[in-house]
């Protein structure tokens, strides 16, 4: 079975200052992996996604997730965050099933960017 | 936008009446996914439909709850006998990546 554990539920940081928002999982077979935002009284959306090939992917937003097979994370970051990065972050991994793919969410973490 | 719309968007109820959602995907996605979202926390799968079959579902989805697909197109989900514990976030995605923006449901 597999499991998603982020293993911080809120994370306070400075804007301008670099944040790391981590995301362990765990998988017996090949998985896909995501990192989804979703900002206050809005619905989801896909921040990044990693699927095959390199195993660093990055957003249009400055954000990036570098997934490692060996530790079973990925991990997301940005070398600078805005204010408006304020949000709830959720790490996701799909593993394949008969007949699909089948989901399973962290329980977020909450980025607070201060001024 | 997602292209994914979910109806309505807020829906309060008194315990014991039934409740249907719906749930509009982007009409080339065969995969539509249920989920629900409670204070605090991520997801949690409730069923998924490949066109109109619906092909697992979870153990949080009781008798009580209920979901078609028909025509592999549109979807609803609908809740009988609604408890206080069902009031969550009910959020319908298109192959996994696409979220709708959800029908918050609240029971008195």
């Known amino acids: 079975a597999q499991s998603v554990t982020q293993l911080d539920s809120q994370v306070p940081v400075f804007e301008e200052a670099p944040v790391e928002l981590r995301c362990n999982y765990s998988s017996s077979v090949s998985v896909y992996l995501f990192w989804y935002v979703q900002y206050p009284n809005q619905g989801l959306q896909l921040l990044l996604k990693?699927?095959?090939?390199?195993?660093l992917v990055e957003s249009i937003n400055g954000f990036e997730a570098e997934f490692n097979k060996s530790q079973t994370s990925f991990h997301l970051r940005k070398p600078s965050v805005h204010i408006s990065d304020t949000a709830e972050y959720f790490c996701?991994?799909?593993?394949?099933?008969?007949?699909?793919?089948?989901?399973?969410f962290g329980a977020g973490t909450r980025l607070f960017v201060k001024a | 936008d997602t292209g994914v719309s979910q109806n309505p968007r807020h829906k309060i109820t008194k315990r014991g009446q039934n409740v249907t959602f719906r749930c509009d995907p982007i009409s080339e996605h065969n995969r539509l996914y249920w989920y629900r979202q409670t204070l605090g926390q991520g997801p949690e799968f409730l069923t998924y439909f490949q066109n109109e079959a619906q092909l697992e579902k979870s153990r949080l989805l009781s008798d009580r709850f209920s979901a078609e697909r028909p025509k592999g197109s549109f979807s609803t989900l609908e809740i009988q006998r609604t408890e206080q514990g069902d009031s969550a976030m009910y959020l319908c995605a298109t192959d996994t990546q696409y979220f709708g923006p959800g029908t918050r449901l609240t029971v008195l």
């Open positions: 990693y699927l095959s090939g390199s195993t």
């Open positions: 996701a991994v799909s593993e394949r099933e008969a007949g699909g793919f089948k989901t399973i």
